[in-house]
């Protein structure tokens, strides 16, 4: 069951800082695309700012890939100072081959001792024999040769990526990758690379996530630094300025979550995005954002918790504090992207859901999903924006909380004359006094209950794949680890499963679970964190088959294809 | 074709008829009373004004307003108003807080929006105390003050919001006093016609639990001098006056923030180029 898929190749490059590991990766990556490859590469970087360790974890596949395969092909080292910081994300067997370089220290035990056959490769003398050659060129041209890379599509990468150094500088580069390249003699399978390949698209789940905001009519966004969620705001800022918008850097996530209601209530779809710190410091503000009826959007970017935890890892432990973090009674909303590519339609959702709701929606990405780049078809365009039920012809008797059948009342904008109100986190009446009667508070809060549970879903709730008897539940970047593993099975197992990827959280679709799970006689809920807080959700809120079991871990310890098919395996003979 | 001309907004066309939670006698009536002269005598539309707030006695405002307003958390009162100023630069954004919410629990706040320099009045009603809690003592509260959380007092020193505000880079800041009405009103009026960030700290006396500042109305004065461009030597006159001189104070010329949404938003844009291979 954890046989490496033959269409798929996964190699490790590994340096201390400055050798340009990450840069080889992404130029992979991007020369994989050309050759109509699909692939998807994470960085592993020890706790320094700058400078120690760092690995590009690269995989390529002839067919889309959402996650990691659980070993390597190939481990090249250009050196292994502090190799020990990152190696455990790293598993090589004895099908591996593991490149170093005579020049430096001898492969560490732990890898020789796996069997895996070691090759030399004299990566720093081949680079010194160019001028202006540089090392991790030479390892690209060899891994891009053992993956069956062109070397037309490598030097094309190269260009591309380091046009601005120059013409000596590309030459430079694309001479030592041939130097590399024609060291490689393979013995691992090579991958199938298409000639008539379509469009490709490399995108980050941080980047989809931004574009997901954009493409849904966000065009506020405030912003304060975290791991790993800036690259949202840093993609944004320049953007939204293009788009007509503006991103604000706040002095704190408390200021943040605020400026995005303020800018909200003043009529502009807005964001922040955040890691679980800064969603405990938001947290006060969503509650704002649930009682004064402002649409709003907060990406969290999962990280290992609790408190600072390990920022650069993924967990998917914030869905506690997430779903029950508000104090009150306070519906809201929260998503979560079920792929990299997912987070464009899942943010655009969300920005919908905030709109249409006037409520606050959560999304609840994280560190793998986040930072991870793809390789991916390109993305195409859904027709969810922003529209929000406005109040522009005032009557006099108008109520900006007024009772309607689907909770939603209509919203005017400041400017709009008559229309004048004080948005409050104080309960109110349906008239925006401050009231602290029985009847005020009983209404307002059915009110805000019904438009998030009566609200229209449609499919979206959940991805479902396979009809099986057998259901699996899970959600974020483990539901793509998930589907992997399913696609491993042999096919008489795999008929039996059915796989549930919940997009939405929060509110519970008790009748669409149910329409889901009809027929299904047993289930297992697969996620990453310590205390199965999605399986523990799920029985509290979800009519569930008697035999629920549970698979979960805490990050940074994540799941991998192979072996949560070895483990489904396992669990549908039971 | 319409030969009316406008009708002249008057001061109490700008308030809500909401009847106030304050105290007989609070400082806040005045204040109330202030802006609502200030807004009428600079005839801005009440649609087009916005009051934010964050929690406390003075944060009601808001509601006793008759333009747009919001009353959100304790202390976030400036970050709200940031955010709506930005996304909505044609408005007049108006923020009000405290002592306890603009200098304890929102002081870090402070500092950023005087930095910013954003387009907005910042207003802070003044009383040395937390009066909706009941009489706590805040950061402008003197050491000696006896509260039951403090029994003889903190023992520590109130802080400058002026100096602070100075320092951090406001573009106006001025000390006004409740029960001038009218110096307070011309000073609101002024602090709300010049761009980049006005600050206006109101001495307004907590009748509950400060019974002691009902001397008040005799310790205020006009400045001796006139207002200066030279931020250094506003600081030096605030940091060495009585603390009651009360006007505009300091008048600067600074770049107010730029960045702000446009009326047309632009929905043609697309990104999608940049992610092909």
Redesign the interface.
Known sequence: MTDRPAHSFSVALLGKGGTGVVTAGDMLL?AA??CGLYGLMIRAVGPQIRGGESAALVRLSTSPVDCLDDRFDVLLGIDWKHAERILGDISVDADSIVVTDPAEDEVPHSISATGAEIRNLEMAGLAESVTGGRVNMVALGYVGCLAGISEAAISHAIEKNIAVKGRAAVAASVAAAKLGAASATSSVPTLAVRKEAG?????SGN?ATG?GA?RG?V??A?AYPITPATEILEWLAP?LK???????Q???E???V???????????P?LTATSGPGLSLMI??L??AVC?EIPLVVVNVMRVGPSTGIPTKPEQSDFNAAVYGLHGDAPHIVVAPTSVSDCVFTTQWAVHLAEATQAPVIVLSDQFIGQANV?AD??PAIAFFAKRKLAENVAADFERHAITADGISPMPL?????????????EHSAGA??SGSIGDHNVQLDKRARKIANFDYGQHWADIEGDGELAIVSWGSTASVVREALQRLPDDLAAKLKLISMRLLLPARQDEMAAALDGVKRLIVIEQNHTGQLYRFLRAWYDLPADVDTLHRPGPDVFRPGEVATKLAQWCRQ | MSAVAPCKLKASDYK?G?KPVWCPGCGDYHVLASVTKAVAALQL????I?V?SGIGCSSRL??YL????????H??A???????????P??TVICASGDGDGFSIGG??L??ACRRNIDITYIVMDNEIYGMTKGQPSPTTAPDWDTDLAPGGTGVSPFHPLVIALASGANFVARAFSGDVKGTTRTLAEAISHPGFSFVQILSPCVTFRPDQRDWKTKVHPPPVEFTTDAAQAARRVMTDDGFNIGVLYKGSRDKYN????R????E?D??GE???
Request: hydrophobic fraction near 40%.
């Open positions: 991007a695309a050309r469009d490709r698209w490399m995108i980047h574009l954009i009519g065009r506020f405030a953007r293009d788009a007509g918008g503006a991103l604000t706040a002095e704190d408390l200021a943040s605020n400026m995005a209601i303020g800018a909200s209530f003043g009529g502009v807005s006060e503000g509650g704002l004064a390789v390109p993305i400041p400017g709009t004359r008559g229309g004048q109100y004080t948005g409050d986190g104080l006094k401050p | 809500s909401t539309a009440p649609e087009n916005a934010i808001p509601a008759n333009s747009y307003g919001f009353h959100g958390v202390g976030r400036l970050p709200l108003a940031t955010g709506l100023k930005v996304a909505r044609d408005l870090n706040h500092l950023h960045q702000s949404v446009e047309e938003v632009n929905f844009c990104f999608d992610f092909l291979v």
